[in-house]
């Protein structure tokens, strides 16, 4: 995918100091390291796999901003910042950050990124004068941003065609209470469950029916990472019930249970998912015995019965047969 930056300001929403400071200007897009990081943090919110589709209510803050940030973009950045900034000082427990608000193009469609970089501690040096010469010290250094190799915590990237939301966030203990406030309070937007949440769901049910009906066949289980391998090669998103026929092909009872489970813990019927190739994630089987063996093949492999086999055992064993391997090498 192609990302250009068009337009971008950075604000400083610091709760410790008295007031925020917001930027008068834009940042200067010319030189080059500016653009390489903000490209950087942008692709991770939308390749990352636990990223939120969102859908703004009608009276969003933030979306009525969306429009003025084409005709008047610092001013209505400003205004964006300020929103944002009400609401940490009202909650203490949401950490200062500076707010980087874009207009960005992905594949020449217009977005608006809005990433905010909390405030990490780190180490730096500190050089010293006095009567008897240069001290230098180790200093406690507050305001850090992420590297270009750290996870973004919160942002968002907003379709400025179509106002469709794609967001990281992580949850606060505000009032008592966890809270996504990124989405709720500042975006203002009801969200997705996250690919990554979808996943965990779709193997825990599947595991549940499994033992119920089936005596823990890890092959049914296993299925389901081969099914998503399979929707996500031909379909590049994930069919919840072509999953449940795949894991369930002989009993429809059992995979209209398993879909109904599913959709009731909050997985959409089909799951989206991001990135350009998807599939390499569940590329891999993975499964470890009882007598501690593990082992690792390609999917092409696990779903080749002339190059892998389990048969199931009169005693209730399982015999794994690796066939026609040419040359075996110690890792």
């Not at 008047?72 to 000082?89: G, N, P, Q, T, Y």
């Not at 905010?116 to 230098?136: A, M, R, V």
Request: hydrophobic share 40%; net charge negative; aromatic share 8%.
């Amino acid at each position: 995918m192609e990302y250009k930056v068009k337009k971008a300001v950075l604000h400083v929403l610091d709760t410790n100091s008295p007031l925020p400071v917001y930027s008068q200007k834009a940042l200067d897009l010319s030189e080059e390291a500016v653009t390489s990081f903000i490209i950087t943090h942008t692709k991770k919110i939308h390749d990352d796999e636990a990223g939120k589709r969102g859908e703004f209510w009608d009276n969003a803050a933030v979306r009525a901003e969306l429009p003025a940030l084409l005709e008047d973009f610092v001013e209505a950045s400003c205004r964006i910042a300020a929103h944002l900034h009400a609401i940490m000082k009202e909650h203490c427990e949401i950490p200062g950050a500076d707010l980087l608000v874009a207009l960005v193009e992905i594949d020449e469609a217009p977005y608006a990124a809005v990433i905010k970089f909390n405030y990490k501690t780190g180490y730096t040096h500190y050089i010293d004068y006095d009567e008897t010469g240069t001290n230098n010290k180790i200093i406690v250094h507050r305001v850090i941003f992420a590297s270009e190799n750290q996870k973004i915590e919160e942002g968002a990237l907003i379709n400025l065609r179509t106002q469709a939301v794609r967001l990281v966030e992580k949850a606060y203990e505000l009032n008592g209470e966890q809270q996504d406030y990124f989405s709720e309070l500042f975006l203002q937007c009801k969200t997705d469950m996250s690919q990554k949440e979808s996943v965990k769901v779709l193997n825990a049910a599947a595991k549940e029916i499994t033992k119920r009906y089936y005596n823990d066949d890890f092959q049914r289980t296993s299925a389901v990472k081969t099914a998503i391998y399979d929707c996500l090669e031909t379909e590049g998103a994930i069919d919840v019930e072509r999953i449940a026929g795949a894991c369930f092909k002989e009993d429809p009872v059992v995979q209209r249970e398993y879909v109904q489970a599913v959709r009731q813990a909050g997985v959409a019927a089909t799951i989206q998912v991001a990135g350009e190739t998807p599939e390499r994630k569940f590329s891999k089987q993975r499964m470890k015995t009882d007598s501690g063996i593990e082992l690792s093949m390609p999917m092409e492999v696990y779903k080749n019965k002339e190059q892998v086999e389990f048969v199931n055992n009169p005693d209730g064993t399982i015999s794994i047969i690796l066939k026609n391997i040419g040359k075996i090498t110690n890792r």
